[in-house]
């Protein structure tokens, strides 16, 4: 018997007993990108570092993948032998409304509101979050096409961004010319662990009033390793990963670049629930 744990956007096995470990780890390799060694011009050999698509931690012992391999992890243990489990789903939680008003300069051109719409659509999803992709050539309308369907949506709504694009993002959401025009009330950047811990405490507190929050990629990183390694969790006050987005009351992430920092951003999937 071993236990799953579903979330939005990935599934956790839970305390594994030897056998199933054995039988996970075997199901693991196929994620993991095996280290490259190369000759540089003067004949140095360098290894680039391999990346796991998958979390193990083990205090406890958990395994962690992205819901979309749901189906097929289960097919392999089956095949394994193992058929006796208990599935529990995490309930989606209720996010913070928000009103988001669009500049009145700003309107979708072309093709932007079918995509819009693909967005705002949750189709026969109900309440369970449904990730969408937007694949646009640079400068087609990615950033409008994501405040619009933010807007529609109307709920708190989170960016995980590279810091390098902070700026880019700001200038549409909270300077004139853009497509929000926020005030520094609705509107915050999160950029270090400090930074993030204060910003989970006003959510404790229910003292969070910002409408927007931009998050550094390497923040949120930095978060997800500190759990992985053990670091003790009071530093963020307790609040574990697959928890963040509900104490912060966000019902919309988006993502932006992530074909930059792709492993990174399909971590964050291994730790969302929003």
Not at 67 to 81: E, L, P, R, S, V
Not at 84 to 96: A, G, Q, R, S, V
Not at 134 to 139: D, H
Not at 232 to 259: C, F, N, Q, S
Request: proline share 3%; glycine share 6%.
């Amino acid at each position: 018997m071993f236990n799953i744990h579903k979330f939005s956007h990935h599934f956790v096995v839970e305390e594994p007993d030897g056998y199933l470990q054995n039988a996970i780890d075997d199901y693991s390799r196929q994620f993991l990108l095996q280290t490259q060694s190369f000759k540089l011009w003067n004949n140095k050999v360098v290894k680039k570092q391999h990346k796991m698509f998958g979390v193990r931690t083990t205090h406890p012992l958990q395994y962690r993948f992205h819901i979309n391999m749901f189906d097929h992890f289960m097919t392999f243990m089956t095949q394994k032998g193992f058929t006796h489990y208990n599935i529990t789903k995490e309930p989606m939680y209720t996010p913070k409304p928000a009103e988001f008003k669009i500049a009145t300069s700003k309107a979708p051109w072309k093709n932007q509101p079918a995509i819009i719409d693909y967005l705002v659509d949750n189709g026969d999803a109900g309440d369970d979050a449904v990730a969408k992709v937007i694949e646009l050539q640079a400068g087609q309308g990615k950033t409008l096409c994501a405040l619009f369907a933010a807007q529609r949506i109307g709920v708190r709504t989170g960016l995980i961004i590279k810091a390098m694009y902070v700026e880019r993002w700001l200038d549409d959401l909270a300077r004139p010319g853009g497509v929000y025009e926020l005030n520094k009330s609705e509107i915050t950047v999160v950029r270090g662990s400090k930074n993030l811990a204060n910003l989970i405490e006003l959510g404790l507190n229910d003292e969070l009033e910002y409408k927007f929050i931009v998050f550094s990629n390497k923040t949120i990183a930095l978060y997800y390793k500190d759990y992985i390694k053990g670091v003790d969790m009071d530093k963020y006050h307790g609040v574990m990963p697959w928890d963040l987005m509900k104490v912060l009351g966000i019902g919309l992430r988006i993502t932006d670049e992530a074909h930059q920092d792709f492993h990174s951003c399909f971590k964050v999937d291994l730790f969302s629930h929003v």
